[in-house]
């Protein structure tokens, strides 16, 4: 059973919104939630997260003013507006138990994760 099920993705013109769905399949211990993307040739980068017990949230300093992330420890959601170009990637769900100093935005430290869904944005 894979542990998170992402939906919403899709291609979208350059300024357009999304809205990305995440739901848990199943109870885990964990503290964290939110989600990751990675593009063609690129490394896996932290994009939003919340913290599961105060709703603090968390961005990727390339998506800061323009992606949203809410919802609860068993369902998020990723609003994305103003899309660009670089948005484009698959982008992943992923929740885990990290230490208070733990960087947020490690995708290293996450131990469940979901497929990807796709997101295109073109010009």
């Known amino acids: 059973q894979v542990p998170l099920v992402e939906s919403g993705g899709g291609s979208v013109q350059a300024g357009g919104s999304l809205t990305l769905s995440c739901s848990a399949t199943?109870?885990?211990?964990?503290?964290?939630i939110g989600w990751f993307r990675q593009a063609p040739g690129k490394e896996r980068e932290g994009v939003a997260i919340?913290?599961?017990?105060?709703?603090s949230t968390y961005y990727g300093d390339s998506v800061m003013g323009r992606f949203t992330i809410s919802g609860n420890e068993n369902t998020v959601y990723l609003q994305m507006n103003n899309l660009r170009e670089e948005d484009t990637a698959v982008y992943y769900c992923?929740?885990?138990?990290?230490?208070?100093?733990?960087?947020?935005?490690?995708?290293?430290?996450?131990?469940?994760w979901g497929r990807g869904t796709q997101v295109t944005v073109s010009s």
């Open positions: 919340m913290d599961t017990d105060s709703g």
């Open positions: 992923a929740t885990g138990y990290l230490g208070p100093k733990q960087d947020r935005l490690m995708a290293d430290l996450y131990n469940w």
């Open positions: 199943r109870a885990y211990t964990r503290n964290r």
